[in-house]
Structure formats: structure tokens, C-alpha cells
């Protein structure tokens, strides 16, 4: 028998959290990684390595190439999908007043946390050594920069709405 479960932010919050601190964790570690992944690209291609075997370097030449932008649009899309994430959450969650508050300290965190790592990730992109590779995160320095508390706000704000719209109702479009 199958049972109607009706979502609670309660059980989802956490993950919600987790997954914005990982996301930018990720993008602070990605910078170093992709120089780091370059240099070694680098290395290996030459000729003492593979000799003269031009398909082994066009091979490396094409993963290299690859390389940032995969960890530039992984970022993005982790965050994006937390993002859609929580506007789901505030639709199939039902209306208390406990879960609206409970929802806005999160967002409140949230914009915090937030804007404490879009420091961190500021001064990581603003290292000598590293500022070239982080030019080429455009689209997680379109995201991540001073402007992601704001879009959090932006979001949360959203979410508050679409959950006090259900005021009237109780229980969840489900």
C-alpha cells in the first residue's frame, strides 16, 4: 500500500544547506584544481613524455581544453538545481507558521553564509597566481560573486511568498 506523504521543509532543509556550503566549496576548490590540471596538461605534453606521438598531445589538447569549462558549468548547474530545489520544497510543503519561520532564519543563513563564502571565493579568484584560470569561470563568477547573497535573498523571498500564498489551504498541491 502506498502511502500520501505530504513534503515538510523539515526533512529537506538540511540537504538545502548542505548543498549551497558544497557548491561553493566546490567552486573555491575548482580554481586551483583546473591550474593545477593545467600545468600537469602541460607536462605531459611534452616530447619526452610520449615522444613524438602528435595524437597523444591532440588528445591531451582536447581534454584540457575541456577541463575548466566542465568544473565553470558543474557549478553553475549544482547550484541552479539547489536552487529550483528550494521553490519546489516551498510548493509541496504545507502552510504552519513554525515551517514559515523556520524557512526564513534558513534564508536568513543562508544569505550570510553565503555572502562569507562569495568572499572566500572572491579572494581565491583574486590570487596572482590563479587570476587568469578564474577569468575563465564565467559563468560561477556570474553567480558567486557579491551578487549571491542577493540572489538567495531574491530566492528565499520568492519561496516566502509562494508558501504564505497557501495560507488559506491545508495541505500541499500534491
Not at 547550484?79 to 513554525?98: K, N, Q, R, V
Not at 553564509?113 to 571565493?121: C, D, I, K, Q, T
Not at 590570487?127 to 551578487?147: H, I
Given at each position: 500500500?502506498i502511502k500520501?506523504n505530504?513534503?515538510?521543509?523539515?526533512?529537506f532543509l538540511?540537504y538545502?544547506l548542505?548543498?549551497?556550503?558544497?557548491?561553493?566549496?566546490?567552486?573555491?576548490?575548482?580554481i586551483?584544481m583546473?591550474?593545477?590540471s593545467d600545468?600537469?596538461?602541460?607536462?605531459?605534453?611534452q616530447?619526452?613524455?610520449?615522444?613524438?606521438?602528435?595524437?597523444t598531445?591532440?588528445?591531451i589538447?582536447?581534454?584540457?581544453a575541456l577541463t575548466?569549462?566542465a568544473?565553470d558549468q558543474?557549478?553553475?548547474?549544482i547550484?541552479?538545481?539547489?536552487?529550483?530545489?528550494?521553490?519546489?520544497?516551498?510548493?509541496?510543503?504545507?502552510?504552519?507558521p513554525a515551517v514559515l519561520?523556520i524557512?526564513i532564519?534558513?534564508?536568513?543563513?543562508?544569505?550570510?553564509?553565503?555572502?562569507?563564502f562569495?568572499?572566500?571565493?572572491g579572494e581565491?579568484s583574486?590570487v596572482k597566481?590563479?587570476?587568469?584560470?578564474a577569468d575563465?569561470?564565467t559563468?560561477?563568477?556570474?553567480?558567486?560573486?557579491?551578487?549571491?547573497?542577493?540572489?538567495?535573498?531574491?530566492?528565499g523571498s520568492?519561496?516566502?511568498?509562494i508558501?504564505?500564498?497557501k495560507?488559506?489551504?491545508?495541505?500541499?498541491p500534491?
Amino acid at each position: 500500500m502506498i502511502k500520501n506523504n505530504k513534503a515538510q521543509i523539515g526533512g529537506f532543509l538540511p540537504y538545502l544547506l548542505f548543498g549551497i556550503i558544497l557548491v561553493i566549496v566546490f567552486a573555491v576548490v575548482a580554481i586551483p584544481m583546473a591550474y593545477v590540471s593545467d600545468e600537469i596538461y602541460d607536462e605531459l605534453k611534452q616530447e619526452k613524455h610520449f615522444g613524438e606521438s602528435n595524437r597523444t598531445v591532440a588528445k591531451i589538447n582536447q581534454v584540457q581544453a575541456l577541463t575548466t569549462p566542465a568544473f565553470d558549468q558543474l557549478v553553475f548547474i549544482i547550484l541552479f538545481s539547489i536552487m529550483l530545489g528550494s521553490l519546489f520544497i516551498a510548493m509541496f510543503t504545507d502552510y504552519h507558521p513554525a515551517v514559515l519561520a523556520i524557512f526564513i532564519i534558513a534564508t536568513v543563513l543562508l544569505v550570510i553564509v553565503a555572502g562569507l563564502f562569495a568572499n572566500v571565493y572572491g579572494e581565491v579568484s583574486d590570487v596572482k597566481l590563479l587570476e587568469s584560470k578564474a577569468d575563465e569561470f564565467t559563468f560561477t563568477n556570474l553567480v558567486l560573486g557579491p551578487q549571491l547573497p542577493i540572489i538567495i535573498l531574491i530566492l528565499g523571498s520568492i519561496s516566502i511568498i509562494i508558501m504564505l500564498s497557501k495560507r488559506g489551504r491545508t495541505s500541499s498541491p500534491v
